[in-house]
């Protein structure tokens, strides 16, 4: 069936737009396959996960802004755009990564904790092998199914353990995505795949904090 989703679902059965979403959201993670029922995204609410799929068909599906269009455009992610998320792996690397941590942390310690600060200095490759390894895997099924588990255990866990707050977490996430347009892997040999990158992590930074329960 063509056209968004949620309207569909309203439509054909007279529900509020509401709990059309709801229905909608539940499709799209039920189509994607997507792993919600391991141990650790028990604390997890219906509402985080409803939150989450409607952010990624409003900014990830062909329906989005910057999608491409598709017959089932709500339902499935959009392959153009993970093809090009795929290309944005090597801005870990290395080459990339001293530049990237040094935009992204100038300015930082006035607005982070100090404790949190300095695990973000310690940890930034880390974080930012996740960020663009989640990222880049969503081009593959079985890497795209674990999304919820891979943000949970991998970025999560580690910042609630080293006592980061909601608000040093936005503030690096926000800081982290802003200075991506400021490195040289963008600005001076990929400005192409910079948009994809700013829609991944826009979508990916409120999906983050949707799900940092502290």
Excluded at 43 to 62: E, G, K, P, R
Excluded at 126 to 145: C, D, T
Excluded at 167 to 196: G, S
């Amino acid at each position: 069936m063509t056209g968004s989703l949620v309207e569909n679902i309203q439509t054909h059965y007279l529900i509020s737009e509401e709990l059309a979403r709801k229905y909608a959201a539940t499709v799209f993670i039920t189509n994607n396959r997507f792993e919600t029922g391991k141990k650790r995204l028990y604390y997890l609410t219906f509402d985080d996960f409803v939150f989450c799929a409607d952010q990624m068909i409003q900014n990830w599906s062909f329906s989005a802004k910057d999608g491409r269009g598709h017959p089932d455009m709500d339902v499935d992610l959009d392959r153009s755009f993970l093809q090009e998320l795929r290309d944005v792996k090597t801005l870990a690397d290395r080459e990339w990564l001293d530049e990237h941590k040094s935009i992204a942390l100038r300015g930082l310690q006035s607005k982070m904790s100090e404790r949190a600060y300095v695990d973000a200095e310690h940890n930034f490759k880390n974080i930012s092998k996740v960020l663009v390894g989640i990222g880049s895997g969503l081009n593959h099924s079985k890497e795209a199914r674990d999304i919820f588990v891979d943000v949970v255990e991998k970025l999560i866990e580690p910042c609630r353990q080293t006592g980061w707050s909601y608000t040093d977490l936005t503030e690096f996430l926000t800081a982290y995505t802003e200075a991506c347009q400021h490195v040289d892997f963008f600005k001076r040999y990929n400005p192409h795949l910079l948009t994809a990158w700013d829609r991944y992590m826009k979508t990916m930074t409120s999906c983050v904090l949707q799900m940092y329960h502290i």
